[in-house]
Every structure is written in structure tokens, then in C-alpha cells.
């Protein structure tokens, strides 16, 4: 069964550093999503992306985050300069169509820990 | 705005027994619902949606959830859970006009003991 897959499972990186979460989404999807959960918190979304570009974001994505598709299959979210707050399970996800359905088949998640 | 509340952090049931979590929303017009469910180690996997038409949807693994707007709640319910059911449950709203993106409760996390 296609799945979404994500690196790396687990980050820890000193405050300040840039840190880049890959995702390989379903291949014949078209909307792409990164998500993120601070440990006790709501899974929160972040963006959007479709079409080589971003169709929707939150205000929790600011410009530190960035994303990219750069090749067929790699969709990466890079945290320019990370924070101790951005520590958290990210999540990216994929979809077929955007007709607001949500479904979405979503990664196993990338941990980041920020010290 | 949508929010999605679910009240109960941690929930522990026997095997065998039924469960139920409980999920209340809330969004101005018709919501789309779901839940997702994500055990260890795993991605989050849609258990069931809602969209229109009959209140009472079937999902995979034995689930089912009701949709009842007088309560705005969507709880998710299974007549006889199994060891494997032990993960964690997360309710979601979607469906704002030209939006795909969710809106994500806490989570609820079950136990099932033997």
C-alpha cells in the first residue's frame, strides 16, 4: 500500500541551527502538508503546497520556515533557525484532490528536538 | 473559527469492553469529521469521515461514529475492543470553503488491558 515516508525519524539539534525534515508523499498525490504536534498539544497545521507552490499557511508558519518540492518526489520543510519552541513532532502529509474532503494520508512524523 | 475539543486525555478499557471517545467541534456551517488514529511508531491513519447524509458512518477496524449537531459531538465508538486498538486517537474538523487543511483535537490515548 503507498504510503507517505519521512526523515529522519528523529533530529536533535542545538538552538540556532538550520535543520531540513524530508517527506516523500504518495506518488500520484497533489497537495502536500506539513503538521507538527508540541508533545501534549494539538496536531496544528503549517502549510500547504501545491502546484510548486504554497496555497496555505498559518500563522505558526513564519519566515523561518520554508518549503520545497526540488525534485519529483522529495517535499522538505527547512527551519532556518531553530528555537527551543519549534521542538515537536512534524508531520507531512499528502493528498489526491483539495476539495476540502481532508483526506489525507499523512507520515510517520519527524521528532525534532531542539536544545 | 474551527476547534475540535476531546475531553478525555487518557482512557483505560478491558478487552472486550465498548469504547467510546468523545469528540465535540465546533464550525458554522456543516463540518467535515474525522478521525484519524495513530499507533506507535505509526503515521496517522483516517479511521472514518463524515461529510453529509447518514449521521452513523462505519470506519475501518470495527469503528463507527455518530454525528449529532444538536451536541456538536462526533464521538467515535467500537462494541468490543481489541489489544491492538491501543493508540492514540485524534479527532478532526475540516472543510472551510476552499481550504484542505484540519483542524486537530488533542488526542485521546486508550489502554486496553487484558
Known amino acids: 500500500e503507498p504510503e507517505v515516508t519521512q526523515t529522519p525519524s528523529h533530529q536533535v539539534t542545538q538552538m540556532g541551527q538550520e535543520v531540513i525534515l524530508r517527506c516523500v508523499p504518495i506518488?500520484?498525490?497533489?497537495?502536500f502538508y506539513w503538521y507538527r504536534q508540541i508533545l501534549g498539544q494539538k496536531v496544528e497545521f503549517l502549510v500547504s503546497?501545491?502546484?510548486?507552490?504554497?496555497?496555505?499557511k498559518s500563522e505558526i508558519f513564519d519566515d523561518q520556515f520554508s518549503v520545497e518540492r526540488p525534485d519529483g518526489s522529495n517535499f522538505t520543510l527547512k527551519i532556518r533557525s531553530t528555537k527551543l519552541e519549534d521542538s515537536a513532532m512534524y508531520f507531512c502529509?499528502?493528498?489526491?484532490?483539495?476539495?476540502?474532503?481532508?483526506?489525507?494520508?499523512f507520515g510517520e512524523g519527524s521528532r525534532l528536538t531542539v536544545l | 473559527a474551527q476547534s475540535v475539543t476531546q475531553p478525555d486525555i487518557h482512557i483505560t478499557v478491558s478487552e472486550g469492553a465498548s469504547l467510546e471517545l468523545r469528540c465535540n467541534y465546533s464550525?458554522?456551517?456543516?463540518?467535515?469529521l474525522f478521525w484519524y488514529v495513530q499507533s506507535p511508531g505509526q503515521g496517522l491513519q483516517l479511521l472514518l469521515k463524515?461529510?453529509?447524509?447518514?449521521?452513523l458512518v462505519q470506519g475501518i477496524k470495527g469503528f463507527e461514529a455518530e454525528f449529532k449537531r444538536s451536541q456538536s459531538s462526533f464521538n467515535l465508538r467500537k462494541p468490543s475492543v481489541h489489544w491492538s486498538d491501543a493508540a492514540e486517537y485524534f479527532c478532526?474538523?475540516?472543510?472551510?470553503?476552499?481550504?484542505?487543511?484540519?483542524?486537530f483535537g488533542t488526542g485521546t490515548r486508550l489502554t486496553v488491558i487484558p
Open positions: 502529509a499528502s493528498s489526491m484532490v483539495r476539495e476540502s474532503t481532508g483526506e489525507l494520508f
Open positions: 506518488s500520484n498525490h497533489l497537495y
Open positions: 503546497f501545491y502546484n510548486n507552490e504554497i496555497s496555505e
Open positions: 464550525y458554522g456551517a456543516t463540518p467535515y
Open positions: 463524515y461529510f453529509s447524509g447518514d449521521t
Open positions: 478532526a474538523v475540516g472543510g472551510q470553503t476552499g481550504a484542505n487543511n484540519l483542524f
